[in-house]
Protein backbone atom coordinates (compact mmCIF):
# COMPACT_ATOMS: atom_id res chain seq x y z
CA UNK A 1 0.00 0.00 0.00
CA UNK A 2 1.56 3.40 -0.92
CA UNK A 3 1.28 5.89 1.90
CA UNK A 4 2.63 9.75 2.18
CA UNK A 5 3.15 10.87 5.71
CA UNK A 6 2.10 7.56 6.89
CA UNK A 7 -1.05 7.59 5.29
CA UNK A 8 -2.96 5.68 2.95
CA UNK A 9 -4.16 7.79 0.02
CA UNK A 10 -7.40 7.76 -1.54
CA UNK A 11 -8.74 9.54 -4.33
CA UNK A 12 -11.61 11.38 -4.26
CA UNK A 13 -13.88 10.98 -7.41
CA UNK A 14 -16.85 13.92 -7.66
CA UNK A 15 -19.27 13.96 -10.38
CA UNK A 16 -21.93 16.32 -11.52
CA UNK A 17 -25.11 15.80 -9.33
CA UNK A 18 -26.96 17.70 -6.54
CA UNK A 19 -25.90 14.98 -4.68
CA UNK A 20 -22.15 16.09 -4.49
CA UNK A 21 -22.68 18.42 -1.31
CA UNK A 22 -22.97 15.19 0.77
CA UNK A 23 -19.40 14.26 -0.71
CA UNK A 24 -18.01 16.77 1.79
CA UNK A 25 -19.35 14.71 4.94
CA UNK A 26 -17.81 11.34 3.22
CA UNK A 27 -13.94 13.51 2.99
CA UNK A 28 -14.40 14.63 6.50
CA UNK A 29 -14.36 11.26 7.65
CA UNK A 30 -11.59 9.54 5.19
CA UNK A 31 -9.65 12.59 6.29
CA UNK A 32 -10.19 12.62 10.16
CA UNK A 33 -9.43 8.47 9.92
CA UNK A 34 -6.06 9.06 9.06
CA UNK A 35 -6.53 9.02 5.05
CA UNK A 36 -4.42 11.60 2.68
CA UNK A 37 -7.00 12.60 0.15
CA UNK A 38 -6.89 14.51 -3.42
CA UNK A 39 -10.04 15.67 -4.45
CA UNK A 40 -10.82 15.32 -8.52
CA UNK A 41 -14.43 16.73 -9.21
CA UNK A 42 -15.54 17.16 -12.44
CA UNK A 43 -16.72 20.94 -14.30
CA UNK A 44 -19.68 20.14 -13.87
CA UNK A 45 -19.44 18.95 -9.96
CA UNK A 46 -17.73 22.67 -9.35
CA UNK A 47 -21.35 23.71 -10.18
CA UNK A 48 -22.41 22.48 -7.05
CA UNK A 49 -19.11 22.58 -4.67
CA UNK A 50 -16.58 24.59 -5.22
CA UNK A 51 -12.69 24.03 -5.82
CA UNK A 52 -11.64 26.25 -2.23
CA UNK A 53 -14.34 24.01 -0.51
CA UNK A 54 -12.66 20.73 -1.49
CA UNK A 55 -8.55 22.15 -0.66
CA UNK A 56 -10.06 23.43 2.53
CA UNK A 57 -11.58 20.41 3.66
CA UNK A 58 -8.83 17.75 2.60
CA UNK A 59 -5.96 19.76 3.50
CA UNK A 60 -4.83 19.26 -0.38
CA UNK A 61 -4.79 21.20 -3.52
CA UNK A 62 -7.85 20.46 -5.87
CA UNK A 63 -6.88 18.60 -9.01
CA UNK A 64 -9.49 19.27 -11.72
CA UNK A 65 -7.60 19.79 -15.10
CA UNK A 66 -6.10 17.60 -17.43
CA UNK A 67 -3.79 20.54 -18.40
CA UNK A 68 -2.44 21.86 -14.80
CA UNK A 69 0.66 20.73 -13.43
CA UNK A 70 1.93 19.07 -16.42
CA UNK A 71 5.34 18.47 -15.15
CA UNK A 72 3.64 16.01 -12.74
CA UNK A 73 1.60 14.33 -15.45
CA UNK A 74 -1.35 14.24 -13.24
CA UNK A 75 -3.62 12.77 -15.46
CA UNK A 76 -1.40 9.63 -14.81
CA UNK A 77 -0.17 9.91 -11.44
CA UNK A 78 -2.88 10.56 -9.16
CA UNK A 79 -4.34 7.49 -10.07
CA UNK A 80 -0.93 5.51 -10.30
CA UNK A 81 -0.19 6.72 -6.30
CA UNK A 82 -3.63 6.22 -4.97
CA UNK A 83 -4.37 2.84 -3.07
CA UNK A 84 -8.22 3.80 -3.74
CA UNK A 85 -10.32 5.25 -5.86
CA UNK A 86 -13.66 6.52 -4.68
CA UNK A 87 -16.35 8.66 -7.11
CA UNK A 88 -19.11 10.13 -4.83
CA UNK A 89 -21.79 10.47 -6.10
CA UNK A 90 -21.06 8.72 -9.68
CA UNK A 91 -23.82 10.22 -12.23
CA UNK A 92 -25.02 8.34 -14.77
CA UNK A 93 -23.11 10.02 -17.10
CA UNK A 94 -19.73 9.30 -15.06
CA UNK A 95 -20.26 5.43 -15.17
CA UNK A 96 -21.25 5.51 -18.98
CA UNK A 97 -17.72 7.18 -19.33
CA UNK A 98 -16.16 5.06 -17.15
CA UNK A 99 -17.68 1.37 -18.36
CA UNK A 100 -16.40 2.78 -21.78
CA UNK A 101 -12.64 3.75 -20.96
CA UNK A 102 -13.24 7.43 -22.28
CA UNK A 103 -10.80 9.56 -20.75
CA UNK A 104 -11.94 12.82 -21.20
CA UNK A 105 -11.50 14.67 -18.30
CA UNK A 106 -9.09 14.35 -15.05
CA UNK A 107 -11.00 11.93 -13.16
CA UNK A 108 -11.83 9.34 -15.99
CA UNK A 109 -8.21 10.01 -17.07
CA UNK A 110 -7.46 8.46 -13.14
CA UNK A 111 -9.70 5.76 -13.18
CA UNK A 112 -7.94 4.58 -16.27
CA UNK A 113 -4.85 4.40 -14.70
CA UNK A 114 -5.81 3.33 -11.38
CA UNK A 115 -4.73 0.03 -10.38
CA UNK A 116 -6.44 -0.35 -6.36
CA UNK A 117 -10.06 -0.69 -5.83
CA UNK A 118 -12.08 1.91 -6.98
CA UNK A 119 -15.41 2.14 -5.88
CA UNK A 120 -18.64 3.87 -7.23
CA UNK A 121 -21.24 5.41 -5.22
CA UNK A 122 -24.47 6.15 -8.10
CA UNK A 123 -26.83 8.89 -7.70
CA UNK A 124 -29.35 9.94 -10.02
CA UNK A 125 -32.87 9.55 -10.78
CA UNK A 126 -34.75 6.19 -11.17
CA UNK A 127 -35.95 6.61 -14.61
CA UNK A 128 -31.72 6.70 -15.09
CA UNK A 129 -30.54 4.03 -13.01
CA UNK A 130 -33.39 1.63 -14.54
CA UNK A 131 -32.65 2.63 -17.84
CA UNK A 132 -31.20 -0.70 -19.71
CA UNK A 133 -28.08 1.63 -20.65
CA UNK A 134 -27.20 2.09 -17.11
CA UNK A 135 -27.43 -1.78 -16.05
CA UNK A 136 -25.25 -2.81 -18.74
CA UNK A 137 -22.73 -0.30 -18.21
CA UNK A 138 -22.64 -0.87 -13.87
CA UNK A 139 -22.13 -4.75 -14.71
CA UNK A 140 -19.41 -4.18 -16.93
CA UNK A 141 -17.64 -2.26 -14.19
CA UNK A 142 -18.72 -5.16 -11.41
CA UNK A 143 -17.73 -8.40 -14.27
CA UNK A 144 -14.37 -5.65 -13.85
CA UNK A 145 -13.65 -6.13 -10.45
CA UNK A 146 -15.00 -2.34 -9.41
CA UNK A 147 -17.46 -2.31 -6.42
CA UNK A 148 -20.64 -0.27 -7.46
CA UNK A 149 -23.18 0.31 -4.36
CA UNK A 150 -26.87 0.48 -5.16
CA UNK A 151 -28.17 3.64 -4.63
CA UNK A 152 -30.50 4.50 -2.04
CA UNK A 153 -34.32 4.57 -2.15
CA UNK A 154 -35.55 7.98 -0.85
CA UNK A 155 -36.27 11.74 -1.91
CA UNK A 156 -34.48 13.18 -5.09
CA UNK A 157 -34.43 16.26 -6.85
CA UNK A 158 -37.57 18.50 -6.25
CA UNK A 159 -40.84 16.19 -5.44
CA UNK A 160 -39.46 13.11 -6.68
CA UNK A 161 -38.93 9.56 -5.10
CA UNK A 162 -37.43 6.59 -5.25
CA UNK A 163 -34.21 4.65 -5.93
CA UNK A 164 -31.43 6.63 -7.07
CA UNK A 165 -30.74 8.52 -3.75
CA UNK A 166 -26.78 8.61 -2.75
CA UNK A 167 -25.93 6.87 -0.04
CA UNK A 168 -25.93 8.21 3.45
CA UNK A 169 -22.02 9.41 3.74
CA UNK A 170 -21.28 7.36 6.66
CA UNK A 171 -22.23 4.10 5.08
CA UNK A 172 -20.33 4.88 1.54
CA UNK A 173 -17.03 5.17 4.62
CA UNK A 174 -17.79 1.77 5.74
CA UNK A 175 -17.60 0.42 2.25
CA UNK A 176 -14.03 2.18 1.56
CA UNK A 177 -12.89 1.32 4.95
CA UNK A 178 -13.81 -2.42 4.40
CA UNK A 179 -12.46 -2.59 0.84
CA UNK A 180 -9.32 -0.51 1.89
CA UNK A 181 -8.84 -3.38 4.50
CA UNK A 182 -9.10 -6.21 2.51
CA UNK A 183 -6.46 -4.48 -0.05
CA UNK A 184 -6.06 -5.00 -3.92
CA UNK A 185 -7.26 -8.55 -4.37
CA UNK A 186 -10.46 -8.63 -6.46
CA UNK A 187 -13.30 -8.55 -5.13
CA UNK A 188 -14.70 -12.21 -4.57
CA UNK A 189 -17.97 -12.13 -4.60
CA UNK A 190 -17.82 -9.63 -7.60
CA UNK A 191 -21.48 -10.83 -10.09
CA UNK A 192 -22.78 -12.54 -7.17
CA UNK A 193 -26.51 -11.99 -5.35
CA UNK A 194 -26.92 -12.67 -1.84
CA UNK A 195 -29.67 -12.28 0.39
CA UNK A 196 -29.03 -11.88 4.08
CA UNK A 197 -31.93 -11.85 6.64
CA UNK A 198 -31.16 -9.68 9.78
CA UNK A 199 -32.63 -8.81 12.90
CA UNK A 200 -35.67 -10.20 15.07
CA UNK A 201 -39.17 -10.78 14.08
CA UNK A 202 -42.14 -9.79 16.27
CA UNK A 203 -45.32 -11.84 16.53
CA UNK A 204 -48.43 -9.40 17.77
CA UNK A 205 -50.51 -10.48 20.65
CA UNK A 206 -52.73 -7.60 20.25
CA UNK A 207 -52.40 -3.89 18.77
CA UNK A 208 -49.76 -3.48 21.30
CA UNK A 209 -48.32 -6.15 22.65
CA UNK A 210 -45.87 -8.72 20.06
CA UNK A 211 -43.74 -11.73 21.01
CA UNK A 212 -40.06 -10.79 19.98
CA UNK A 213 -36.29 -11.13 20.88
CA UNK A 214 -33.48 -9.60 21.97
CA UNK A 215 -31.78 -9.85 18.32
CA UNK A 216 -30.49 -6.13 17.07
CA UNK A 217 -29.50 -7.18 13.64
CA UNK A 218 -26.01 -6.09 13.83
CA UNK A 219 -24.49 -9.27 12.73
CA UNK A 220 -26.69 -9.34 9.59
CA UNK A 221 -25.68 -6.00 8.88
CA UNK A 222 -22.11 -6.43 9.27
CA UNK A 223 -22.52 -9.53 6.74
CA UNK A 224 -24.68 -6.96 4.67
CA UNK A 225 -21.55 -4.55 4.24
CA UNK A 226 -18.92 -6.90 4.02
CA UNK A 227 -20.54 -8.10 1.07
CA UNK A 228 -21.22 -5.13 -0.60
CA UNK A 229 -17.06 -4.28 0.29
CA UNK A 230 -16.62 -7.65 -1.68
CA UNK A 231 -18.73 -6.76 -4.47
CA UNK A 232 -21.83 -8.42 -4.05
CA UNK A 233 -25.06 -7.50 -4.59
CA UNK A 234 -26.76 -7.51 -1.59
CA UNK A 235 -30.65 -7.79 -0.56
CA UNK A 236 -30.95 -7.37 3.37
CA UNK A 237 -34.20 -8.55 4.84
CA UNK A 238 -34.39 -6.27 7.73
CA UNK A 239 -37.04 -6.79 10.90
CA UNK A 240 -37.42 -4.76 13.26
CA UNK A 241 -33.77 -3.25 13.58
CA UNK A 242 -33.26 0.53 14.47
CA UNK A 243 -29.73 0.16 12.18
CA UNK A 244 -29.17 2.63 9.55
CA UNK A 245 -28.93 0.90 5.99
CA UNK A 246 -26.16 -0.37 4.79
CA UNK A 247 -24.75 1.45 1.66
CA UNK A 248 -24.53 -0.60 -1.75
CA UNK A 249 -27.49 -2.77 0.21
CA UNK A 250 -30.73 -3.36 -1.13
CA UNK A 251 -33.11 -3.35 1.83
CA UNK A 252 -36.99 -4.84 2.16
CA UNK A 253 -38.44 -4.50 5.60
CA UNK A 254 -40.23 -7.26 7.66
CA UNK A 255 -42.52 -7.40 10.76
CA UNK A 256 -43.51 -11.30 11.66
CA UNK A 257 -41.75 -14.46 10.75
CA UNK A 258 -44.32 -14.91 7.60
CA UNK A 259 -43.35 -11.61 6.37
CA UNK A 260 -39.85 -12.48 6.37
CA UNK A 261 -40.41 -15.96 4.81
CA UNK A 262 -42.72 -14.51 2.32
CA UNK A 263 -39.44 -11.86 1.66
CA UNK A 264 -36.68 -14.20 1.85
CA UNK A 265 -37.93 -16.74 -0.61
CA UNK A 266 -38.81 -14.20 -3.26
CA UNK A 267 -35.41 -12.53 -3.01
CA UNK A 268 -33.78 -16.25 -3.18
CA UNK A 269 -35.07 -16.98 -6.59
CA UNK A 270 -31.99 -16.00 -8.36
CA UNK A 271 -29.30 -15.38 -5.49
CA UNK A 272 -26.10 -17.55 -5.20
CA UNK A 273 -26.10 -17.50 -1.47
CA UNK A 274 -28.60 -16.81 1.06
CA UNK A 275 -27.67 -16.33 5.04
CA UNK A 276 -30.31 -16.33 7.44
CA UNK A 277 -29.04 -14.41 10.08
CA UNK A 278 -32.32 -13.29 11.25
CA UNK A 279 -33.80 -14.47 14.67
CA UNK A 280 -37.20 -15.93 13.62
CA UNK A 281 -39.69 -16.50 16.36
CA UNK A 282 -40.03 -19.81 16.20
CA UNK A 283 -44.02 -19.58 17.35
CA UNK A 284 -47.09 -17.27 17.02
CA UNK A 285 -50.04 -16.49 18.90
CA UNK A 286 -52.44 -18.77 18.23
CA UNK A 287 -55.06 -15.58 18.47
CA UNK A 288 -55.01 -11.84 17.85
CA UNK A 289 -57.00 -9.79 20.05
CA UNK A 290 -58.14 -7.03 18.01
CA UNK A 291 -58.12 -4.49 21.03
CA UNK A 292 -55.70 -4.07 24.01
CA UNK A 293 -55.92 -7.05 26.34
CA UNK A 294 -57.18 -5.78 29.84
CA UNK A 295 -56.19 -6.58 33.18
CA UNK A 296 -59.13 -7.46 35.08
CA UNK A 297 -59.06 -7.67 39.00
CA UNK A 298 -59.59 -10.58 40.65
CA UNK A 299 -59.11 -12.46 36.96
CA UNK A 300 -55.79 -14.64 36.16
CA UNK A 301 -54.45 -13.34 32.90
CA UNK A 302 -55.79 -15.41 29.68
CA UNK A 303 -53.74 -18.67 28.66
CA UNK A 304 -51.53 -18.03 26.03
CA UNK A 305 -51.95 -20.33 23.27
CA UNK A 306 -48.78 -20.82 20.67
CA UNK A 307 -48.74 -22.20 17.31
CA UNK A 308 -45.38 -23.26 15.09
CA UNK A 309 -44.38 -20.84 12.71
CA UNK A 310 -42.71 -21.80 9.47
CA UNK A 311 -39.22 -23.27 9.19
CA UNK A 312 -37.45 -20.56 6.71
CA UNK A 313 -33.83 -22.12 6.99
CA UNK A 314 -35.18 -25.52 6.40
CA UNK A 315 -37.98 -24.83 3.12
CA UNK A 316 -34.76 -23.27 1.96
CA UNK A 317 -32.26 -25.38 2.51
CA UNK A 318 -35.18 -28.46 1.12
CA UNK A 319 -36.09 -26.13 -2.42
CA UNK A 320 -33.03 -24.54 -3.80
CA UNK A 321 -34.55 -22.04 -5.89
CA UNK A 322 -30.85 -21.44 -7.82
CA UNK A 323 -28.62 -24.55 -8.70
CA UNK A 324 -25.77 -24.39 -6.42
CA UNK A 325 -27.55 -21.71 -3.87
CA UNK A 326 -25.40 -21.82 -0.76
CA UNK A 327 -27.71 -21.44 2.45
CA UNK A 328 -25.93 -20.50 5.38
CA UNK A 329 -28.10 -20.58 8.70
CA UNK A 330 -27.53 -19.24 12.26
CA UNK A 331 -27.82 -21.13 15.98
CA UNK A 332 -28.34 -19.27 18.48
CA UNK A 333 -27.82 -21.39 21.69
CA UNK A 334 -27.85 -21.48 25.73
CA UNK A 335 -26.54 -24.79 26.24
CA UNK A 336 -24.91 -27.57 24.47
CA UNK A 337 -23.52 -25.46 21.83
CA UNK A 338 -22.11 -27.69 19.50
CA UNK A 339 -24.50 -30.74 20.13
CA UNK A 340 -27.02 -28.30 19.73
CA UNK A 341 -25.63 -26.86 16.98
CA UNK A 342 -24.59 -30.18 14.96
CA UNK A 343 -28.46 -31.55 15.46
CA UNK A 344 -29.57 -28.27 13.82
CA UNK A 345 -27.53 -28.86 11.33
CA UNK A 346 -28.59 -31.98 10.15
CA UNK A 347 -32.53 -31.04 10.56
CA UNK A 348 -32.29 -27.90 8.45
CA UNK A 349 -29.75 -29.31 5.58
CA UNK A 350 -28.11 -25.97 4.98
CA UNK A 351 -24.35 -25.98 3.80
CA UNK A 352 -22.99 -23.88 6.95
CA UNK A 353 -24.17 -23.69 10.21
CA UNK A 354 -23.16 -20.84 12.45
CA UNK A 355 -23.69 -21.78 15.90
CA UNK A 356 -23.10 -19.04 18.58
CA UNK A 357 -23.70 -19.17 22.35
CA UNK A 358 -26.38 -16.09 23.21
CA UNK A 359 -27.43 -14.67 26.62
CA UNK A 360 -27.20 -11.78 28.80
CA UNK A 361 -24.30 -9.85 27.10
CA UNK A 362 -23.42 -12.32 24.87
CA UNK A 363 -23.89 -12.02 20.92
CA UNK A 364 -26.94 -10.01 21.16
CA UNK A 365 -27.03 -6.22 20.31
CA UNK A 366 -23.27 -5.90 20.96
CA UNK A 367 -20.91 -5.15 18.51
CA UNK A 368 -18.67 -8.17 19.03
CA UNK A 369 -19.25 -11.67 18.47
CA UNK A 370 -17.50 -15.64 18.36
CA UNK A 371 -18.53 -18.78 16.65
CA UNK A 372 -18.17 -22.20 15.16
CA UNK A 373 -19.09 -22.37 11.52
CA UNK A 374 -20.17 -26.03 11.16
CA UNK A 375 -20.14 -27.32 7.82
CA UNK A 376 -22.25 -30.10 5.85
CA UNK A 377 -19.33 -31.29 5.06
CA UNK A 378 -18.37 -32.10 8.48
CA UNK A 379 -16.19 -28.94 8.90
CA UNK A 380 -15.70 -26.86 11.84
CA UNK A 381 -14.21 -23.48 11.19
CA UNK A 382 -14.16 -21.32 14.78
CA UNK A 383 -13.87 -18.10 14.95
CA UNK A 384 -12.44 -16.37 18.16
CA UNK A 385 -14.16 -13.08 19.75
CA UNK A 386 -14.22 -9.83 18.01
CA UNK A 387 -15.81 -8.18 15.83
CA UNK A 388 -18.60 -9.07 13.97
CA UNK A 389 -17.53 -7.81 10.67
CA UNK A 390 -14.63 -10.35 11.44
CA UNK A 391 -17.12 -13.13 11.88
CA UNK A 392 -18.58 -11.94 8.90
CA UNK A 393 -15.56 -12.26 6.37
CA UNK A 394 -14.78 -15.54 7.82
CA UNK A 395 -18.35 -16.57 6.72
CA UNK A 396 -17.80 -14.84 3.30
CA UNK A 397 -14.61 -16.74 2.87
CA UNK A 398 -16.24 -19.93 3.40
CA UNK A 399 -19.53 -19.11 1.14
CA UNK A 400 -17.25 -18.02 -1.78
CA UNK A 401 -15.39 -21.12 -1.79
CA UNK A 402 -18.42 -22.96 -1.93
CA UNK A 403 -19.45 -20.85 -4.93
CA UNK A 404 -16.11 -21.40 -6.59
CA UNK A 405 -16.28 -25.26 -6.13
CA UNK A 406 -19.51 -24.99 -7.62
CA UNK A 407 -19.17 -23.11 -10.60
Known sequence: MAVTNGKPQVVLGVSGGIAAYKACELLRRLTESGHDVRVVPTDSALHFVGEATWSALSGNPVATRVWADVHQVPHV??????DLVVVA??????????????????????LLTARCPVVFAPAMHTEMWEHPATRE??????????VVVEPAVGRLTGVDTGKGRLPDPAEIFEVCRRTLERGPAAPDLAGRHVVISAGGTREPLDPVRYLGNRSSGKQ????ARTAVARGARVTLVAANTSLADPAGADVVTA??????????????????????AAAVADFRPARYAA????????????????????????????????????????????????????????RKGCDLLVVNEVGEHKAFGSEENEAVVLGADGSE????????????????DLVAARLADRG
Open 77 to 82: RIGQHA
Open 89 to 110: PATADLLARAAHGLADDLLTNT
Open 137 to 146: NVATLRRRGA
Open 220 to 223: GYAL
Open 255 to 276: GTAEQLREAVLKAAQDADAVVM
Open 291 to 346: GKIKKKDGEEPPALELVRNPDVLAELSARRPREGQVVVGFAAETDDVLANGRAKLA
Open 381 to 396: TAVPYGPKEALADQVW
